[in-house]
């Protein structure tokens, strides 16, 4: 469909479905080119819908066989049927049952929407608007039914076969190779919640007891012989189990909970009911194939599908513009869960710097949308950094602002009273607004306008008066439809520190017994009294709010709280700030800017010395600068990524020069012992040394390449491999080739390990990076129609590698271009992920800005884009 035909879908035009569907019987026979599908639902006119109204089901190139009304079957003249609808103008006025029979061809399914294969495996992706592709439907959320479904499909092609719910019957058919499952769900839930698997495939397992004594039968699948990857994915499952019931009070619901690993998959994973399908990506882990990042980004996942059981499908959404009511929530949940389970400043520095490379990014871009969108043109396209993560810190700021306790009551209610609903973001926030007394409607803003907040802040000291004060204002620059912006209820956590770094016990009235100050007007003031020296402001503390701060403090007032906060993250966030202004500085007038460097190199120095070896986790992320992208983020106009690129090169040279003796002390105490464990602690050990070492690089080169290459010889796992070789890559040679070479040829049978040595060499930051991009699409791994193998080499270079994909002659640009019209014709949503790298396109200096442009219209003028990229590129050219 061409853009400019693609309806908008808006939130005000909501209402109810003029028809119910109470239970679901699908019959599905599995066949690679011609799986028949017979649904069979029973229905229902929608007291709450128009009476009288025709009854029109979605379809998505659906292949129509029959249709059967109350068991008769319809002539041509009794209904309108095409690939992508279904029409019965004069449908029943009371209960009765429809039957249809469609044909699907799984293997031509490139989409991976819908029912398609994965390795040869069978699987289904439903959601947003995915089951539409298998039957037609009433494919919206707020249809809630039971669903029973029988699977039959080849014994030897797949013996597997998996299902919603928990399995009632499973046999052989009499006269043939062929066998059968059947699934029944008790649960009522949208058809985006619908799965079916069938495949060849291993198993790891074992039985979960709930808290009140339910037993459930945990399961994962992968590909043979793949099972041992699987025990960390399962252990976390357990993790999250009973992390769900001791925190939130959530029990599971069913007899079995199944997670199916496959190698093709859009996104990260999918929430089924009791059938999660993941990105193998998210399941796999063994210490030679995988990253402490992965065993994280594991355990985050499994977590995440998990919790959706009761935020997401107990509890699903009204509308797909509520999307953020499942994911917003599901995130905040997850992050706590990573939090208890490992370090949680170390975990909430990790999310803030995820947020702001990502959201902050999209809320300052063409693509800048409100957490609850009030219209669409392709859902796919809202899948975002706003609505996950921003959705996520609005629900941790309501908790800050409320306290611990009313939110777990507010949860508590709002679990209970929408359970088996299809609810709102105004459901949520009522049980809250109850179990409080407070009007939310305020704070409620956070959900409607989009563009991150700015927030000045001044301080006043007045000695004689022992006061102090603080001056707040605050602003939001326009997004796309949204010129003009209200104060947003800003929750500030804070405290002050005295110079001497100890805790000052001044008092305002304005600020609660936790430290918060709710700031939620165009400009207000807060006075401390008793206060007996100029105290150092520690503002936003855990970063209570997704804001953009400027403060008035000196670079040297701001590293007294990277030695002395008691807030964890605004110690790593003081020595950010001062990062970032040098950074900024020098990369735009290159000055040199010599004593700050210094001051901003002893600070560290001496933060190494005394406090790196007490967390190092922590000691990494302070060592580590702001990104590339981080500070493209912070120039915001008139960007030179080569400028940039030098600018963070010199400081982390400085940096590395300044501390080497101290580097490579902890380098060497700091060398793994014993097996690989993947636990936070010993993570963060791996992490401050592989900061150490790219530090070390970078005061010299010679010295840093032999470091590299001896731990890439000598590493014991991934982390210590993969880190060694990245140093390596940033240091042109032979040595780095043959490195390159000889880790390609040992990994060349393991894709997910060839996805990382993709990104590496995309990453690089020399201009013949794009001429070695291209000739990785001919290696053997490499495949168009994976979106690992995809976003590895190419989303990897349009987002990591600002010097090359952002090439002065705009050739990076046209590539992208061009690699997007190819995706686009096998997997719109991959293509329309790909093409957001160019989101950040008004930024660049004028040369890069117009290459840029030149290349969205390229393909802005392509006839028959996918809506999905149609969406995209329209939205990034207004
Ligand atoms: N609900 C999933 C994300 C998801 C969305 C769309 C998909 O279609 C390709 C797949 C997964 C989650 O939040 O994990
Ligand atoms: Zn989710």
């Known amino acids: 469909m061409r853009t400019e035909t693609a309806p908008i879908v808006r939130l005000e035009d909501y209402r109810p479905s003029d028809f119910l569907i109470d239970t679901v019987e699908l019959d599905v026979k599995l066949h690679p080119t011609e799986t028949r599908v017979t649904a069979t639902l029973t229905m229902s006119p929608n007291p709450s819908g128009r009476s009288g ?496 701060v400027s403060l008035d403090l000196p670079n040297e007032e701001l590293l007294v709280l990277l030695r002395h906060d008691t807030d964890a993250f605004n110690r790593w966030q003081s020595a950010q700030t001062v990062a970032m202004r040098l950074l900024a500085s020098l990369s735009v007038d290159g000055s040199a800017k010599g004593e700050e460097i210094e001051a901003y190199a002893a600070a560290l120095c001496s933060f190494i010395d005394q406090d790196a070896e007490d967390d190092p986790a922590f000691a990494a992320l302070v060592m580590t600068l702001p990104s590339e992208a981080d500070i493209a983020q912070e120039i915001s106009q008139d960007v030179n990524p080569d400028a940039i690129h030098r600018a963070r090169t010199e400081l982390r040279q400085r940096l590395g020069t300044a501390c080497s003796r101290r580097l490579q002390r902890i380098y060497d105490a700091f060398t793994d012992s014993g097996p690989y464990s993947p636990d936070a602690v010993s993570a963060g050990r791996r992490s401050l040394r592989n900061a150490c070492l790219d530090l070390l690089a970078a005061a010299d080169s010679r010295a840093g390449e032999a470091l590299a290459s001896a731990q890439l010889e000598s590493a014991t796992n991934m982390t210590d491999r993969l880190a060694s070789l990245s140093v390596l890559t940033t240091l042109p040679g032979q040595a780095r080739e043959d490195a390159i070479a000889q880790f390609g040829e040992r990994y060349r049978n393991e894709p997910l390990v060839i996805d990382k040595w993709f990104t590496l060499q995309a990453a690089i930051p020399e201009d013949g990076t794009l001429e070695r991009v291209k000739r990785l699409m001919e290696h053997p791994a490499f495949s168009i129609s994976n979106p690992n193998r995809v976003r590895s080499l190419i989303g990897s270079f349009a987002m990591l590698n600002q010097v090359q994909f952002n090439r002065a002659d705009g050739a990076g640009y046209q590539f992208l271009a061009s690699i997007v019209l190819r995706a686009d014709e096998l997997n719109p949503q991959l293509a329309a992920r790909l093409l957001t790298a160019f989101s950040t396109w008004r930024m660049m200096e004028n040369t890069r800005r117009k290459h840029a442009e030149e290349a969205l219209r390229s393909i802005a003028q392509k006839p028959n884009l996918s809506r999905d990229v149609g969406d995209i590129v329209s939205r990034s050219l207004e």
């Open 53 to 548: 109204a025709p009854l029109i089901l979605e379809g998505d190139e659906l292949n129509l066989k029959s249709v059967s009304l109350d068991g008769r079957v319809l002539s041509d003249e009794e209904f309108e049927a095409s690939p992508h609808s279904l029409t019965i103008a004069q449908a029943p006025q009371q209960a009765f049952t429809l039957t249809i029979e469609t044909e699907v061809n799984p293997t031509a399914n490139t989409k991976l929407m819908g029912l398609y294969r994965s390795s040869g495996n069978y699987c289904t992706q439903c959601e947003a608007e995915g089951f539409r592709r298998i039957t037609y439907f009433l494919d919206r959320p707020d249809v809630l039914s039971v669903y029973t479904t029988r699977i039959e499909a080849d014994r030897d092609e797949a013996p597997v076969l998996l299902g919603n719910g928990n399995l009632v019957e499973s046999g052989s058919l009499d006269d043939s190779s062929r066998h059968y499952a059947v699934w029944h769900d008790p649960h009522p839930k949208p058809s985006y919640l619908f799965a079916l698997v069938g495949g060849s495939l291993g198993r790891v397992a074992k039985t979960f007891t709930t808290m009140r004594g339910r037993e459930v039968e945990l399961a994962i699948y992968v590909e043979p012989g793949k099972e041992d990857r699987a025990d960390y994915a399962l252990d976390a499952l357990e993790r999250s189990m009973r992390w769900d019931e001791r925190v939130f009070g959530r029990e599971y619901d069913l007899d079995v909970f199944n997670i199916v690993a496959v190698s093709d998959f859009n996104m990260g994973a999918m929430e089924n009911k009791g059938l999660n399908i993941f990105n193998d990506k998210y399941v796999l882990a063994s210490p030679e194939t995988a990253t402490d990042m992965d065993y994280t980004h594991i355990e985050a996942i499994i977590a995440h599908e998990y919790f959706h059981n009761w935020s997401g499908n107990r509890v699903t959404c009204r509308d797909w513009f509520q999307l953020c009511l499942k994911e917003g929530l599901t995130v905040f949940r997850d992050q706590e869960f990573s939090s208890d389970e490992r370090s949680r400043p170390v975990h909430r520095i990790a999310e803030v710097k995820t947020l702001r490379a990502r959201q902050f990014l999209e809320d300052s871009s063409p693509l800048a949308h409100p957490v609850r969108p009030n219209q669409y043109r392709e859902i796919n396209n809202f899948y975002t950094a706003t609505v996950y993560e921003k959705g996520a810190e609005i629900v941790r700021m309501l908790k800050t602002i409320i306290g611990e306790e009313d939110f777990r009551r507010g949860m508590d209610l709002y679990f209970e009273r929408c359970d088996g609903t299809a609810a709102t973001v105004e459901d949520f926030l009522t049980a809250f607004a109850e179990v409080t007394g407070r009007d939310l409607s305020h704070f409620a803003r956070w959900y409607e306008q989009s563009g991150t907040p700015r927030v000045a802040v001044k301080s006043h000291y007045d000695e004689a008066a022992q006061t102090y004060r603080l001056d707040f204002k605050q602003s939001t620059s326009p997004t796309p439809g949204q010129a003009k912006k209200d104060p947003m209820a800003i929750p500030v956590t804070l405290g002050l520190v005295s110079h001497d770094g100890s805790p000052m016990s001044a008092t305002c009235d304005r600020v609660d017994e936790r430290g918060v100050f709710l700031f939620d007007k165009a400009a207000d003031s807060i006075t401390f009294t008793g206060v007996t020296s100029l105290p150092v402001p520690s503002l936003f503390r855990g970063f209570s709010a997704p804001v953009k």
